[in-house]
């Protein structure tokens, strides 16, 4: 059984910067793709960004595109998702998924990810 935890969330100014950690524990990290999912309030879960196994192929929504940076450290079993000049419109709990082993290239459906953690609360304050 795969757990998947996030964190890093918070409440920030418009403008400032967060940084999210995703850390599965249950089974070898390494070899699944991940993606950040968010849900606005009264909205359903939105695709964020995504990174592959390997690294090598990510994705970004338009909306997040040159703010936002996925990246991935396989040794430390950990994805982040850097979060710069935060908007209120990035207000939404972001939730972490993992996808099936060895996807070369990142979807960004959330039916192409089968395992997801509990969310973390990203609040922008204007």
């Known amino acids: 059984q795969i757990h998947v935890v996030e964190s890093g969330g918070g409440l920030v100014q418009a403008g400032n910067s967060l940084t999210l950690s995703c850390v599965p524990s249950?089974?070898?990290?390494?070899?699944?793709?991940t993606g950040w999912f968010r849900q606005p309030p009264g909205k359903e879960r939105e695709f964020v960004a995504a990174?592959?196994?390997?690294?090598?192929?990510?994705r970004y929504a338009e909306t997040v595109k040159g703010r936002f940076t996925i990246s991935r450290e396989n040794g430390k079993s950990t994805v982040y998702l850097q979060m710069n000049n935060l908007t209120p419109e990035d207000t939404a709990v972001y939730y972490c998924?993992?996808?099936?082993?060895?996807?070369?290239?990142?979807?960004?459906?959330?039916?192409?990810?089968?395992?997801w953690g509990q969310g973390t609360q990203v609040t922008v304050s204007s």
């Open positions: 998924g993992l996808g099936r082993p060895y996807v070369l290239v990142v979807s960004n459906l959330t039916t192409e990810y089968d395992f």
């Open positions: 249950g089974r070898t990290f390494n070899n699944y793709p």
């Open positions: 990174v592959n196994w390997s690294g090598r192929n990510i």
